[in-house]
């Protein structure tokens, strides 16, 4: 069964740093890649990052590219978003996904965490 939950969400000031979590207590992402994607409010669910399972292959947005690093630790089934350099049109709801490979559709995710930036 999948349990994907997000944590590390919160309110940040434009140019400063977080770090969101993503831990799957269901340990379905074993042998997957993993992914984050984030909802702004009306908009579309879009993609930001991806990891494989192994040899750290990794995707990124363009609109993330050098500001945002997926990382993953498989022996504690999580994987973490460090996001720097933040600005207001990075605010959105962060979900976690599980994946087949960092460029297929995501089949499971979880609930989400907010992350709001301040001007």
């Known amino acids: 069964q999948v349990q994907l939950v997000e944590s590390g969400g919160g309110l940040v000031q434009a140019g400063g740093s977080l770090r969101v979590s993503c831990a799957d207590s269901?340990?379905?992402?074993?042998?997957?890649?993993m992914g984050w994607f984030r909802q702004a409010p009306g908009k579309e669910r879009e993609f930001v990052a991806a990891i494989s399972w192994s040899w750290g292959i990794t995707k990124y947005a363009e609109s993330v590219k050098g500001r945002f690093t997926i990382s993953r630790d498989n022996s504690k089934y999580t994987v973490y978003l460090q996001m720097s350099s933040l600005k207001p049109e990075d605010t959105a709801i962060y979900y976690c996904?599980?994946?087949?490979?960092?460029?297929?559709?995501?089949?499971?995710w979880g609930q989400g965490t907010q992350v709001t930036v301040s001007s």
């Open positions: 996904a599980v994946m087949n490979r960092v460029d297929s559709a995501p089949w499971a």
């Open positions: 269901g340990r379905t992402f074993i042998g997957h890649a």
